[in-house]
């Protein structure tokens, strides 16, 4: 059983502010400006908005386009050492490199995971036997590769974004981060939930899609939509999975169940991203003192009450389809966000910027965040041109 190293956290100090890292730390900085807190962040991009949101920002990234691990250490202590940081709140970047999140935690109250769990829940040899444990469907999964390869994906332990994420090939053989899991059909969908160590609250359920910006990418996270309402016996069955999982690990704080819905509504879970994930964006607006602080709640213990939104809400990132430099005096739209430097070069098939669309229904909302993402990319090769 999973020890509970939160319940006696301190309140993050007023005058001390937040380190937020995080792949794309966006969301999380404009989540705890609306709660009024300081923050320094350290992050892959150090966009634009990023900027006006922190106190200090940096981008810490290695040339592998993952997190520079002294650079980041040495950033983190520069404006923000432990004797005067609030907390340290992290998203995506940390789950295949616990020993980097330990490191950087060290003398800072950790408003998130612990190390260990993050470890526990994305090593397929133990989470996929814990859901087995529970009776939760999952497609089915080895470490070993099958013998016939086709209908099967290899991914990486620790991997998030669904970049590592391809297509099993005869040359694929074990090793120690890689899995294998068969592919299933079905619709992509999404858990954004709170959780304090004993029970979860689901907040929302969302619809996600790949991106399709490349073969070698093929299952490149490219958007949700939120809204989604699920057979009520999914819903209760999602429910209690989650409740067990957290009972047994410990989770806290806001996490991300991702799942496949299949034509007869059975849901097979693909993983648990125990940290905030990027469908926090679809639910902040609504959220009554914001997700951030609801994040820093359930990580002392308390699980907030969050009402579910009147309404639907859609992100999509947009990527390079080939490389393009940002051009100068470019007038980014209202409903663009991760709005990157003039003059900056990104290659092909990486992320130029996100946009979001609001409407009454996801149907709505995601046909409305098309557009917005076709109209973008149109329009950043033409001023690039």
């Given amino acids: 059983m999973h020890s509970r190293k939160h319940a006696n956290m301190p309140a993050s100090s007023e ?77 995506s970047g940390f789950e295949g490199r616990t020993g980097l999140l330990a490191e950087l935690a060290r003398g800072r109250t950790l408003f998130g995971n612990d190390p260990d769990t993050v470890a526990q829940i994305k090593d397929p040899a133990r989470f996929f036997p814990l859901l087995d444990a529970f009776g939760f469907a999952h497609p089915e999964t080895r470490m070993q590769p099958p013998v016939e390869g086709s209908g099967w994906l290899v991914k990486r332990s620790g991997g998030a974004g669904g970049s590592h994420v ?72 999602i429910a209690a999975l989650l409740d067990r999982v957290v009972r047994a690990t410990g989770l806290v704080g806001l996490n991300g169940l991702d799942f496949i819905l299949d034509a007869h509504n059975q849901p097979y879970v693909l993983e648990i991203n125990p940290r905030p994930t990027a469908t926090i964006d679809l639910y902040d607006a609504d959220c009554a003192g914001g997700l951030f602080a609801a994040h820093l709640r359930a990580c002392r213990g308390e699980l907030p009450q969050i009402p579910g939104p009147g309404c639907s809400r859609a992100h999509a990132i947009v990527y390079a389809r080939q490389a393009l430099r940002v051009p100068a005096r470019m007038r980014w739209p209202a409903w663009c966000t991760d709005i990157p430097q003039s003059g900056s070069l990104i290659a092909a098939g990486a992320p130029i910027c996100s946009v979001h669309a609001l409407a009454a229904s996801s149907a709505q909302a995601r046909e409305l965040v098309m557009s917005r993402r076709g109209f973008m990319n149109a329009l950043c090769l033409e001023k690039a041109a």
């Fill in 166 to 237: 391809k297509p099993m090939r005869s040359s694929h053989r074990a090793r120690p981060n890689r899995y294998f899991q068969k592919l299933q059909s079905g619709r992509t969908l999404s858990v954004l939930f709170a959780a304090d160590g004993r029970d979860a609250r689901v907040i929302g359920v969302n619809e996600q899609w790949v991106a399709g910006i490349a073969p070698c990418a093929p299952y490149c996270y490219g958007g949700a939509v939120s809204g989604i309402a699920l057979p009520a016996g999914v819903r209760v069955g």
């Fill in 15 to 91: 005058k001390s502010p937040l380190l937020i890292v995080s792949a794309c730390a966006r969301a999380l900085a404009q989540s705890a400006a609306r709660c009024g807190l300081p923050v320094v962040v350290l992050d892959l991009f150090n966009d634009l908005d990023v900027r006006t949101l922190a106190v200090a920002s940096r981008n810490v990234a290695a040339r592998n386009g993952t997190f520079d691990g002294r650079r980041l250490l040495a950033a983190a202590q520069l404006a923000c050492p432990p004797d005067r940081c609030g907390g340290l709140v992290y998203g």
